[in-house]
């Protein structure tokens, strides 16, 4: 977990290919495989070819909007995130000791 002086959180983007989350390394680069990470797609080799078949100005839009909603995140404190990703809005409609058709 990044602490609050040294380092921002690490960026996380959606494919925009297949629609799944990931977080690149923080250097933007696969070593391993020996390419560079992408704010557009994961590392599947279909999702590479369906955004390199994509216009360049769209690319640029698409990545320019990917960076922006990750940096909204990556200045958040890590302990900010929420705890339960849902909440209920509004109590029960009837009292507790009522009786239904099911009872």
Do not use: D
Request: net charge positive; charged share 20%; proline share 12%.
């Amino acid at each position: 977990m990044p602490s609050e002086q040294t380092e921002p959180m690490r960026p996380v983007f959606t494919c925009v290919v297949c629609g799944c989350v990931y977080m690149p390394p923080k250097t933007m680069a696969y070593p391993h495989l020996g390419l560079t990470a992408s704010p557009l797609h994961c590392g599947e080799a279909p999702c590479r070819q369906a955004v390199a078949q994509l216009p360049r100005q769209l690319q640029g839009l698409y990545a320019k909007a990917a960076w922006a909603r990750a940096k909204a995140w990556m200045t958040k404190e890590p302990m900010a995130a929420p705890v339960r990703a849902r909440h209920r809005a509004r109590a029960a409609t009837r009292p507790q000791g009522s009786r239904s058709k099911l009872h």
